[in-house]
């Protein structure tokens, strides 16, 4: 189906269209981050702060250093991304599809993040066995790298489901009320202040955000 346009509305194309964009997209981002916070990293997600922590103790004085060229293309977008949300929402430009598509942006390049630094290897890292052989300066750095790599999943999940909260709201704000410490009355802008971010101790296990559309009876198609 052409979006803006008369087109062919089916059940086949819309449980596509949910499984590939909510559930494959964004739920399985949250699940796979949500899984691995609470299993793996003591139910902390590290925030700003700790980063930065992290870089004085090695060495990284400079905030502008404590990113790769890759991290740095990706918090710009997020931070870009609610300027151009704003633009594609304001009643002279109202255009709803490509609102969503900044967002949907945002987590495909987040879910391509997140699965190309492999943070369930760095914890694998983190034993005792490779401790042993990498001392305490490569524990700091699997450590850095690991935490820089959550920070980022971290900022992509609550900025996308910010910006998707008027569009979805109540999955959204599921996500939001376990991710953030703020409400989305708090938060109240379309874009987050990243360097404000602290550090959240995760209360409840997460569970799929957004279940899987199957369809079984050819009967209903």
């Known amino acids: ?3 803006g346009k008369d087109g062919e509305v089916s059940v086949e194309s819309l449980a596509t269209k949910v499984n590939a964009d909510l559930v494959n997209n964004f739920g399985n981002l949250v699940h796979r981050f949500g899984s691995i916070i609470w299993s793996k990293n003591s139910r902390k997600i590290p925030g700003f702060r700790d980063l930065r922590d992290l870089a004085l103790d090695l060495g990284i004085e400079r905030e502008d250093e404590m990113f790769d060229g890759e991290e740095m293309d990706i918090l710009e977008d997020l931070r870009l ?5 704003s633009d594609l929402i304001n009643p002279q430009n109202f255009k709803t599809f490509d609102y969503i598509e900044v967002c949907l942006d945002l987590l495909r390049t987040g879910n391509g993040y997140f699965h190309k630094k492999e943070p369930w290897n760095m914890f694998k890292s983190l ?5 042993g052989r990498g001392g305490n300066k490569g524990l700091m750095l699997v450590n850095w790298q690991l935490s820089k790599c959550l920070f980022i999943t971290h900022q992509t999940i609550l900025q996308a489901s910010l910006l998707l909260n008027p569009i979805i709201p109540n999955s959204t704000q599921n996500i939001l009320d376990l991710y953030s410490n703020e409400s989305i009355e708090g938060l109240g802008r379309l874009s987050l202040d990243l360097q404000s971010q602290d550090s959240i101790i995760l209360t409840t296990k997460p569970t799929p955000i957004f279940p899987r559309i199957e369809i079984e ?3 209903l198609k």
């Open 127 to 131: 034993s005792e066995e490779e401790l």
């Open 81 to 85: 991304s609610g300027e151009k949300c």
């Open 1 to 3: 189906m052409v979006f």
């Open 217 to 219: 009876d050819t009967s």
